[in-house]
């Protein structure tokens, strides 16, 4: 009985023995005074090290032969839907503006109304199939270059606005076609400009020191 009793008194009981809270543990004043110097404090309510909970690495586990960034083909979807979107409501906003316009000599009534609505929603569908049209012809052009190239950069961008406006104006004959692709190239090179403007800032300034 008494090595019964013995052993028991050395045998955390319950649940606090299965987690680790019985047996030689220690309360929260005799921690006070442990020096921390160099290390990050304990969990009072964990036994382990916060600094093992830490990850450098990303948190999630890429498919073998994935990027890290989304590619073109990915963005496709965003672009074309983001551009109709944008397209529908600038389009409903210089509808309503023109609507306004046109009818103000008219008096507040339900013909003005209808009238100022169907101009709402015609100038919101032209706008947003033309900036849709534009973004799915530059998605296109972009995957084709992507893959033929077999690269990504900023060279793919300004060749996909190019060729994307020179096909978009091509019913104007080479002088729209010409037209168009310098609209592209201006755009897109300006986008390429922006996105790169640090490295370009950065690879300036030694220079000119």
């Known amino acids: 009985m008494e090595g019964g009793g013995g052993s028991g008194n050395k045998t955390p009981g319950g649940l606090a023995g299965f987690f680790g809270a019985g047996g030689a543990g220690y309360s929260h004043t005799d921690l006070a005074g442990v020096p921390l110097t160099g290390m990050n404090p304990l969990s009072p309510y964990l036994n382990v090290d916060p600094r093992y909970l830490v990850q450098d690495t990303d948190g999630f586990i890429l ?30 906003m210089n509808g309503l ?27 919101g569908a032209l706008w947003a199939n033309t900036l ?20 990504e950069d900023d060279l793919n961008t ?4 190019t060729m994307t406006g020179m096909l978009y ?20 090179s300006l986008y390429a400009l922006y996105n790169n403007w640090e490295h370009v800032k950065g690879s300036l300034l030694p220079q000119s020191l």
């Open 169 to 188: 104006k091509c019913t104007g004959g080479l002088r729209g076609v010409a037209r168009g692709g310098l609209a592209g190239l201006t755009l897109t």
């Open 158 to 161: 300004i060749a996909a606005g």
């Open 97 to 123: 503006r023109l609507g306004l316009k046109e009818t103000q000599s008219i008096a507040w009534s339900k013909p003005r109304n209808v009238q100022i609505l169907n101009m709402v929603t015609r100038q």
């Open 63 to 92: 498919p073998t032969g994935a990027n890290k960034t989304r590619g073109r083909f990915e963005l496709a979807f965003f672009t074309i839907g983001g551009c109709c979107m944008t397209g529908a409501a600038f389009g409903a």
């Open 132 to 151: 849709g049209s534009l973004a799915l012809l530059y998605s296109a052009f972009g995957v084709i270059i992507e893959k033929t190239r077999g690269a």
